[in-house]
């Protein structure tokens, strides 16, 4: 496999075909997350794209490791979730390569926010919040109990090496306290599969661009329990809201907007066992506290989290969580902020 970097990648792409004129082109390595070399194409007559190329070992302190192929789970994900979505929202494919493990995708413009990093400045728009909700939701309706869908991506391992191992089974190694209901949470995950999730819809894979929203980041994606998704995405804003103390309202206020329009987008599946409300926060909340304590003590923990006594707030509260379940979103909040 040629790995691909910002000296190499031009004249690969010439090899190709793709690039005819080195001298109107630029690369530039971008920093999304930890399991993959992501790489800008800047082109002077053309639109720009973005190559992604998977790595074995991911980029963080403990040892971690993933199937080079889950680059191939991402490209079909992409091509099932496009037309699901506003146009834009979901970059198209534009080749793939793999022989060298990669694609090639439409770009974001290039003077773009990411919006982990608007939370972290303290740049709080609710409207950012209230679309994700849509697309959650969207993703998550036009999915649900689709057998066709669940025979595809029924392949949970990639799922487990970049999730269900180093946030759940990693946390209950460090904190045997968590280990039971970890355990539990584990093999209820895997039996409630019921549509199209994400794993990965988080701060860090949402670009903003003026008016516009992109996704990015889909190698996680499986046939499996939405509450995950839910988990996964409200463990960030609460482990922000923790953060920022002072502003604790106003960074929660982001959650209850988006539950606003994610129960919107998932209102015909009220009546069906796991998008049944009280089920699907009960199953929330647990992934809630595996999600957010993993972000504390797991393989790959949030940089952010320095206020005096932040993480042994989201250790207990992350424990309180386990122990009694809230009834309902306003109830964990409350106790957060307690």
């Given amino acids: 496999m040629l790995e691909l970097n910002a000296d190499n990648t031009l004249d690969y792409l010439v090899n190709r075909g793709d690039l005819s004129d080195l001298s ?3 690369v530039e390595m971008l920093g999304w997350g930890v399991s993959n070399v992501v790489l800008r194409v800047s082109r002077t007559h053309d639109p720009d794209f973005v190559i992604k190329q998977s790595r074995t070992q991911l980029r963080t302190k403990a040892a971690w490791f993933s199937r080079l192929d889950r680059i ?5 994900m992409l091509q099932l979730l496009e037309p699901l979505l506003p146009q834009g929202v979901i970059p198209k494919v534009l080749f793939e390569d793999r022989e060298n493990f990669l694609f090639a995708m439409e770009a974001f413009p290039e003077q773009h926010t990411v919006w982990k990093q608007a939370l972290l400045d303290g740049v709080l728009d609710y409207s950012i ?9 969207a993703i998550h309706s036009q999915t649900a109990y689709r057998t066709d869908l669940q025979n595809a991506w029924n392949d949970l391992e990639v799922f487990d090496q970049l999730r269900l191992d180093p946030f759940y089974r990693y946390l209950a190694r460090e904190r045997p306290i968590a280990a039971p209901y970890l355990e539990r949470l584990v093999a209820e995950n895997s039996a409630t599969a019921c549509c199209i999730v994400l794993a990965d819809f988080s701060p860090k894979n949402i670009l903003i661009a003026g008016n516009r929203i992109a ?4 190698e996680t994606g499986h046939y499996g329990d939405p509450a995950f998704d839910l988990g996964f995405f409200l463990s960030h804003l609460l482990l922000k809201a923790v953060q920022f103390r002072p502003r604790f309202g106003e960074y929660t206020e982001l959650t ?5 329009s994610y129960w919107r987008g ?7 066992t796991q998008f049944a409300p009280d089920e699907l926060l009960r199953r929330t909340f647990m992934h809630l506290a595996g999600c957010m304590w993993a972000r504390v003590d797991g393989k ?8 005096v006594g932040a993480q042994d707030r989201v250790r207990q509260y992350c424990l309180s969580l386990f122990e009694s379940p ?8 409350s106790r957060l902020n307690a």
Avoid: C
């Fill in 266 to 272: 998932v209102q015909s599946l009220r009546e069906s």
């Fill in 72 to 76: 191939f789970r991402e490209i079909g």
């Fill in 215 to 218: 996704l990015v980041d889909f």
């Fill in 129 to 137: 919040a209230d679309r994700l909700g849509d697309y959650l939701g």
């Fill in 326 to 333: 809230p009834t309902d979103w306003a109830s964990a909040i």
């Fill in 24 to 26: 109107s082109a630029r």
């Fill in 256 to 260: 209850n907007r988006f539950w606003s």
């Fill in 300 to 307: 790959s923990p949030v940089d952010y989290l320095t206020a």
